[in-house]
């Protein structure tokens, strides 16, 4: 089965740039989208299809999936960006019968 | 608006079968290209998706999960119920069920809406 690899931690200071990455193999081939889940909250999708933003989601939020990794970046991170982010792909066998929704270990971000 | 909740046990004893049911609001299960998937967060670890189910009934499970899952939904009532067996203290966690995105008229596998979870611990 396909298997994601995020770093397990990522610090930053305010107003600085956090990049998050997320590692599958041929992970380029897929269509990678990222969650934020905050302390007691359900996850929130803040980019989808490598790198569109959901209505709401500040451009401070880009994705990009040129290859192995693909990578969430936060500029100009803020006190309210702390907290823990998920990437996840569709996966399909070849014939198309057996779909899984794949979501990597997660990424606890600490701003300092 | 699309909201989802997710409702069922708060506890349920070990070999058990739990049962949770999803009702959600906003868009209907018998439109082209939706569907609503099942994911879990043990405390403190990753999000893993469980189970999903499409506007046509198609099914799909996690692979090392298949066995005991079994997803199905109730347009009508706009409601979609994840059934697990053999419940085990491994099994607790929290449970949240999620819409699958639609954008511009296209569909998406990942999840925009989240229900708020429903925590369920597993303990004889």
């Known amino acids: 089965s396909y298997v994601l690899t995020q770093p397990p931690s990522v610090s930053v200071a305010p107003a600085q740039t956090a990049t998050i990455t997320c590692g599958g193999n041929?992970?380029?081939?897929?269509?990678v989208h990222w969650y934020q889940q905050k302390p007691g909250q359900a996850p929130a999708l803040v980019v989808y299809d490598d790198n569109d933003r959901p209505s709401g989601i500040p451009d401070r939020f880009t994705g990009s999936n040129f290859g192995n990794p693909a990578t969430l970046t936060i500029s100009r991170v803020e006190a309210g960006d702390e907290g823990d982010y998920y990437c996840q792909v569709w996966d399909t066998s070849s014939d198309r019968r057996n779909e899984h929704w794949v979501f990597g270990g997660g990424t606890r971000l600490t701003v300092l | 608006q699309i909201t989802l909740k997710e409702s069922g046990p708060t506890l349920v004893k070990p070999t058990q079968t739990l049962t949770l049911t999803c009702t959600f609001s906003?868009?209907?299960?018998?439109?082209?290209?939706?569907?609503v998937g099942w994911i879990r967060q043990p405390p403190g670890k990753a999000l893993e998706w469980l189970a999903f189910?499409?506007?046509?009934?198609?099914?799909h499970y996690i692979p090392s999960l298949k066995s005991r899952l079994t997803i199905t939904k109730d347009t009508s009532k706009n409601q979609v119920v994840l059934k697990m067996t053999k419940m085990d203290p491994v099994d607790t966690a929290t449970y949240y069920c999620a819409h699958r995105l639609w954008v511009s008229g296209q569909s998406i596998n990942a999840f925009d809406v989240w229900g708020q979870g429903t925590r369920v611990t597993v303990s004889s």
């Open positions: 906003g868009f209907s299960l018998s439109t082209s290209g939706v569907g």
């Open positions: 189910i499409y506007w046509d009934d198609d099914k």
């Open positions: 041929n992970i380029e081939d897929k269509s």
